[in-house]
Nanobody
């Protein structure tokens, strides 16, 4: 199976920065898309940013110009650099990867979530 381990969340003041990481491990044949979602209390989970295996990226309008997604295909890791954080960025952030295991079709896998709190 596949495990996604996230790190980097925490408490930060408005205007501050955080960097999230998500490392995939297991019997991985290949990883296609990787992305970050978030879910604030009382709200639906939403896509924050995604990156394809070729490096193409897409962002939610609310984070464009402030967040940057990147990936290291050797380490099977995806990152989310978050700058100029706002209180409305407060949420649990989840990593999602589309992973193909040997002799199987690709499937979505989720991380356990990491809390990001932006507050003074």
């Amino acid at each position: 199976q596949v495990q996604l381990v996230e790190s980097g969340g925490g408490l930060v003041q408005p205007g501050g920065s955080l960097r999230l990481s998500c490392a995939a491990s297991g019997s991985i044949f290949s990883i296609y898309g990787m992305g970050w979602y978030r879910q604030a209390p009382g709200k639906q989970r939403e896509l924050v940013a995604g990156i394809t295996s070729g490096g193409s990226t897409n962002y939610a309008d609310s984070v464009k110009g402030r967040f940057t997604i990147s990936r290291d295909n050797v380490k099977n890791t995806v990152y989310l650099q978050m700058n100029s954080l706002k209180p409305e960025d407060t949420a649990v952030y989840y990593c999602n990867c589309i992973v193909r295991l040997p002799m199987q079709d690709a499937s979505h896998y989720w991380g356990q979530g990491t809390q990001v709190t932006v507050s003074s």
